[in-house]
Every structure is written in structure tokens, then in C-alpha cells.
């Protein structure tokens, strides 16, 4: 009985199981549930577009960034539900959400996803996954603000290459997209762009990271 139970909750299972991939299959073959296509412009925000009181999306190709009260909370990159986090919480939320290059989103409807969610027990127990993990991004987000400016920098670069970084040809340096300026950089890593351009600079001599045409490139062996 307890291997059963396990098997049921274990939380490797679960993610194995029912991922993003298995949500969005199975909102899109749902009977029960609607969804539009929108795009929204790169450098506009997502409120002049959509409604995320009312709406759930899924980002299927763009890059955004999440910010709370001019505090940077994440990137958002391509194949990557927006909103799900707050799934039942309808209080109004002061998120904003900036479109970094052109974004096409899947919407759905709250309630439909919520209903969709809840009546299938791996889709409970994959949110509460989801909602925890949440949790444990702000935590490194916050304890990676407590690290010197250039550790602070060199991180964000790491993160970057693994989500959206283009590698080269030769496999050795991969390029940051152009459409993380100095001055996103620097809202991401809570530095000034003035310390971003600084910290890069002792970074390039110290062959981490090079620059071209203002596109941020990092040298695979620096990347974790």
C-alpha cells in the first residue's frame, strides 16, 4: 500500500508525469476550453493587450520580463505558461509584463483552466509543484541579490545562456539575445548601468564574456 501511495505522490512521478507540455495538450484538446491567439509588439506591455484577471497564457514564441513594483522578478522565454501561478487568485495583482521581442500567446480562460486543473489529480498536485517552484525561484532571486555586483552579473549571464543563449559554430561562446540591453541587464541584476558596464568590463579582460556590436557573448566554460 505504501509503494502504491508513493508511486501516487511521489513528486518525481508527478513532474514526469504532468509537466507544462501535458497541460498545454490538454488544454488545447479539451472540449471545455477555449483559446485565441494574440500577439502583442516587442517593447509593449501585456496589460494594453490582455486581461491576466480574466486570462491564462502561454507564451509559445518571444521573450518578456516579469517585474513587480519596478522590482525584477523573471524572464519569461518561449513554451511557458503566464499567470498559472495565481490560477486561483482573482485579487488584482500590480505585475507588469514587457514584451523584449515580438510575443505570441496562446489565451485561455481562468476559470476553464482552473476547472481543467482540478479535476484531474495529477493536474493538483503538478500545481502545487508549480507554485513551489515559484517559491524557490524568488529565494535564489532574492539571495543572488545579496552577491557582489560581479557575481551578480555573471549569474544572470549563465541564466541567460541556458534559457534563450544562441552557441556558436565552434561550440565555444554563446550569445546573449540583443534584446537585453545594458539597461535590462542592469534592471534584472539590480545594479546601476553604469556598474553593469563597469562589471563587464572587468569581464571581457578576464576573457568571460566578450561584446560585439553591443550583444553580450559568454565563453562556454564559464557557464555553469
Given at each position: ?22 497541460l498545454l495538450h490538454e488544454l488545447l484538446t479539451s472540449s471545455l476550453v477555449d483559446s485565441t491567439t494574440i500577439m502583442i509588439p516587442k517593447n509593449r506591455y501585456f496589460d494594453t493587450v490582455t486581461d491576466t484577471q480574466e486570462h491564462i497564457y502561454y507564451l509559445e514564441h518571444g521573450i518578456a ?160
Open positions: 500500500m505504501y509503494t502504491e501511495l508513493d508511486q501516487l505522490y511521489n513528486m518525481d512521478i508527478i513532474r514526469t508525469n504532468f509537466n507544462q507540455e501535458k520580463h516579469l517585474s513587480y513594483e519596478n522590482e525584477s522578478l523573471a524572464v519569461l522565454i518561449d513554451h511557458q505558461f503566464i499567470g498559472l501561478g495565481t490560477v486561483l487568485d482573482f485579487q488584482e495583482k500590480t505585475f507588469d509584463i514587457q514584451a523584449y521581442t515580438d510575443c505570441e500567446l496562446l489565451m485561455f480562460d481562468r476559470k476553464q483552466v482552473m476547472e481543467l486543473l482540478f479535476s484531474m489529480q495529477e493536474g493538483m498536485l503538478y500545481h502545487y509543484l508549480y507554485e513551489k517552484d515559484l517559491q524557490k525561484a524568488l529565494l535564489e532571486k532574492i539571495d543572488l541579490l545579496y552577491q557582489k555586483g560581479s557575481v551578480r552579473l555573471l549569474k544572470t549571464f549563465q541564466t541567460l545562456c541556458h534559457a534563450c543563449g544562441d552557441i556558436s559554430k565552434d561550440g565555444y561562446w554563446v550569445s546573449i539575445p540583443r534584446c537585453f540591453t545594458i539597461k535590462r541587464i542592469a534592471d534584472m541584476t539590480n545594479l546601476s548601468p553604469r556598474s553593469v558596464s563597469d562589471f563587464s568590463e572587468e569581464l571581457i579582460a578576464k576573457k568571460i564574456i566578450k561584446k560585439e556590436a553591443g550583444q553580450f557573448i559568454i565563453h562556454t566554460k564559464n557557464i555553469e
